[in-house]
């Protein structure tokens, strides 16, 4: 497990959880501070969030996770469904006492249905690949939890949170507080 006392400008480390059905889900951690999960869309990988995750380092210890079957992590196997991501989720943040998820694109909608599982302190989302059932759902949720603070991010191009990062960490920095 990460030390979440490791100073900013340390090695990122690289480390891994196991998921309820015993996946192996590998993540990279950096900073100090409240943990920040940061879960990646479709076709992205934990790298290409690190420019994002080391402009909140000197806040949060950012947990940037891999989601099975990418980078880190392992396979998806032949019986996928999307409540085994939901599940890589909840076993990241109660092995790691996170209160915060962000999640992007698809990630976005992995951390909401984690979400719909287990409560999370606070949910930022980006872009999430949000059907209407799923956005009466977050609707519902902040309806029936309102100590569960949920933020749909401003669009600022699709690939902001990875090719801008500077737009993106200001907007998490207010809301994860």
């Keep these: 497990m990460h030390d979440a006392h490791s100073r900013p400008d340390s090695p990122i480390a ?6 309820h059905d015993g996946t192996i889900i590998g993540y ?3 900073g100090q501070g409240p943990g920040l999960l940061i879960v990646h869309g479709g076709a ?3 790298e290409y969030f690190l420019p994002l995750a080391q402009l909140l380092a000197d806040r949060y210890t950012v ?5 099975r079957g990418r980078g880190l992590s392992g396979l998806q196997g032949a019986d996928y469904h999307i409540e085994q991501e939901y599940a890589d989720v909840i076993a990241l943040v109660e092995q ?3 209160p915060y998820v962000f999640g992007h694109s698809y990630g976005g909608t992995v951390a909401l249905g984690a979400a719909l599982t287990r409560l999370l302190p606070k949910l930022a989302l980006y872009e999430p690949g949000l059907s209407e059932p799923l956005r009466v759902t977050l609707h519902a949720l902040q309806a029936a939890l ?5 933020l749909i991010l ?7 949170p990875t090719t ?6 200001p907007l998490l920095q207010a809301f994860f507080v």
Excluded: C, F, K, W
Aim: avoid cysteine.
């Design 14 to 19: 690289t480390e891994t959880v196991t998921s």
């Design 28 to 30: 990279r951690a950096l």
């Design 44 to 46: 992205g990988r934990s």
């Design 63 to 67: 947990y940037v996770m891999d989601r």
């Design 96 to 98: 790691t006492s996170i």
């Design 146 to 150: 309102p100590q569960a603070h949920t």
């Design 154 to 160: 401003p669009n600022q191009g699709h690939s902001a």
């Design 164 to 169: 801008a990062p500077e737009l993106v960490a």
